[in-house]
């Protein structure tokens, strides 16, 4: 059965701080691996990555996508109280289908 | 990406009764997926609804339970039909552009039922 698996399950850092979130994941043809920021409902998009080796970067946020291992990272670098908020990653097969994570909680304190 | 509009945002209902969401794109998309998050959980895929066919539901939902409409290529709704308190969830909509692209998500509808 295809699972993605997300930890830690919460975090609590200072501002200023670096965080990283694993992403592990099991999955039949994969095709894609998405990050998500979700603060209130909608989760926001961050990433999708594809390929191995890659490192994706927006601002202080990056990505990269490990296949044989079959894992992801998101770092946090500089972290903000506007960074707390439960981060989703997501598998997409071929299927069209979304396998999501059970998401990793970030709390920044100033 | 495209944007997705969700009403209504937030109900509280009456159990035994339906709610009805809906879920209007700004372009036109092939599949649209229904998700359920239930309190402190993921999400949880409900249904793929494609335009012209009959949903698509995932092991555990029904379409007694959630009908969905499919009737155009720009508009869904979902309906939680019978509710009881443990259907209390955020329910998201969702869509992608195209083959590899990435999905985006509507503003959420959070249902509490009493």
């Known amino acids: 059965e295809d699972k993605v698996v997300q930890s830690p399950l919460s975090l609590v850092v200072h501002e200023g701080d670096t965080v990283t979130l694993n992403c592990s994941y099991e999955?039949?043809?994969?095709?894609?691996l998405l990050w998500y920021k979700q603060e209130k409902k909608a989760p926001t998009f961050l990433f999708m990555l594809?390929?191995?080796?890659i490192e994706k970067k927006s601002g202080r946020l990056s990505s990269i996508l490990d296949k044989k291992e079959l894992f992801s990272i998101l770092n946090i670098t500089a972290t903000q109280t506007g960074d707390s908020a439960v981060y989703l990653c997501?598998?997409?097969?071929?299927?069209?289908?979304?396998?999501f994570g059970t998401g990793t909680r970030l709390q920044v304190f100033p | 990406s495209a944007v997705i509009s969700q009403k209504p945002s937030r109900d509280i209902c009456q159990r035994g009764t339906s709610l009805t969401i809906q879920c209007q794109v700004d372009?036109?998309?092939?599949?649209m997926f229904w998700y359920r998050q239930q309190p402190g959980q993921s999400l949880t895929l409900i249904a793929t609804?494609?335009?012209?066919?009959?949903?698509?539901?995932e092991s555990g939902f029904v379409i007694d339970k959630f009908p969905i409409s499919r009737p155009n290529l720009t508009f869904s709704t979902l309906t939680v039909s019978n509710m009881s308190p443990e259907d209390s969830s955020i329910y998201l909509c969702?869509?992608?552009?195209?083959?590899?692209?990435?999905?985006?998500f509507g503003q959420g509808t959070r249902l509490t039922v009493v």
């Open positions: 999955v039949t043809n994969f095709r894609s």
């Open positions: 997501a598998v997409e097969a071929n299927t069209d289908k979304l396998i």
């Open positions: 594809t390929s191995s080796g």
């Open positions: 609804a494609n335009q012209g066919s009959e949903a698509t539901y």
């Open positions: 969702s869509s992608e552009l195209g083959a590899g692209a990435e999905a985006f």
């Open positions: 372009s036109q998309v092939t599949m």
